[in-house]
C-alpha cells in the first residue's frame, strides 16, 4: 500500500516561493508506470491539478502555472517535491500529493492527506 505524506510550511508570504514535498512509503518513486502529482484546492473551489513527475522523470505542467511551477524528485529518499514561485493569496488552498497508474487515474489513485498552505503577509 503506498502511503503519500506532504510537508511544507503552513504559512507563506506573498511574492516568496513556496516548497512542498511529498514522502513517500510502501513503493518507490520510480515504480513502473506510476505518475506522481500535486494537486490543490483552493477554498470554496474545486481540485485544480498542478504538475507531475513520471517514473521515469518526466515532468509536465499545467499551462497556466508552468511559468511558476517546478516538480522534482530525490530517488535517494523517495520523494519528490513542488516549487511554486511568487505566490499571492490567489494560492491559499490544501495542496495534496497523489500517485496513480494512467489507466487508472488520479482520483482512484493513492493520496496525501493534504496540507494547508495561507498566503499571508
Known amino acids: 500500500q503506498v502511503q503519500l505524506q506532504e510537508s511544507g510550511p503552513g504559512l507563506v508570504k506573498p511574492s516568496q516561493t513556496l516548497s512542498l514535498t511529498c514522502t513517500v512509503s510502501?513503493?518507490?518513486?520510480?515504480?513502473?508506470?506510476?505518475?506522481w502529482s500535486w494537486i490543490r484546492q483552493p477554498p470554496g473551489k474545486g481540485l485544480e491539478w498542478m504538475a507531475f513527475?513520471?517514473?521515469?522523470?518526466?515532468?509536465y505542467y499545467a499551462p497556466s502555472l508552468k511559468s511558476r511551477t517546478s516538480i522534482s524528485r530525490d530517488t535517494s529518499k523517495n520523494h519528490f517535491s513542488l516549487q511554486l514561485s511568487s505566490v499571492t493569496p490567489e494560492d491559499t488552498a490544501v495542496y495534496y500529493c497523489n500517485a496513480y497508474l494512467p489507466w487508472v487515474g488520479s482520483a482512484r489513485g493513492y493520496w496525501g492527506q493534504g496540507t494547508q498552505v495561507t498566503v499571508s503577509s
Open positions: 510502501g513503493g518507490s518513486i520510480t515504480t513502473k508506470y506510476y505518475v
Open positions: 513527475i513520471a517514473y521515469d522523470g518526466i515532468t
